[in-house]
């Protein structure tokens, strides 16, 4: 399948990014290609990582790369990565504000 990045995506990366430069800008350039990686490899075997908990009706699932959350959601042709956010984030707000 193809993988979609959303702009909203994209924008958590370059965040992260730039969070991490702040310390180590070496690091930040491969963290956040291992995270693209991570993002790309959903289109091989879109369903091997879980439903949301609590938000399983969304259809939006989440895949754990170190201290960050990838969420997407598979569409007909492709998988939607909606954001990536380190896991103690409020990501239920961000992702789920009615519920």
Same mark, same amino acid.
């Given at each position: ?5 959303t *702009?909203?995506?994209a924008?958590d990366?370059e965040?992260?990014? *730039?969070a991490?430069?702040q310390?180590? @800008?070496?690091r930040a ?8 990686l991570?993002?790309?490899?959903l289109?091989e075997f @879109?369903?091997?990582y @879980?439903? #949301? ?6 259809? #939006?699932?989440?895949r754990?790369?170190?201290? !960050?959350?990838?969420? !997407?959601r598979?569409?007909i *042709?492709? #998988? *939607? #990565?909606?954001?990536v956010l ?7 707000a961000?992702?789920? @504000?009615e519920?």
């Amino acid at each position: 399948m193809i993988v979609v990045v959303t *702009d909203e995506a994209a924008f958590d990366l370059e965040r992260i990014g *730039d969070a991490i430069a702040q310390d180590n @800008p070496t690091r930040a350039i491969t963290f956040v290609r291992e995270l693209r990686l991570s993002c790309e490899s959903l289109g091989e075997f @879109p369903k091997a990582y @879980p439903l #949301v908990p609590r938000y399983e009706d969304s259809g #939006v699932r989440r895949r754990v790369h170190g201290n !960050y959350l990838i969420f !997407y959601r598979i569409g007909i *042709d492709t #998988v *939607d #990565v909606l954001h990536v956010l380190h896991g103690a984030m409020d990501y239920a707000a961000l992702l789920f @504000p009615e519920g």
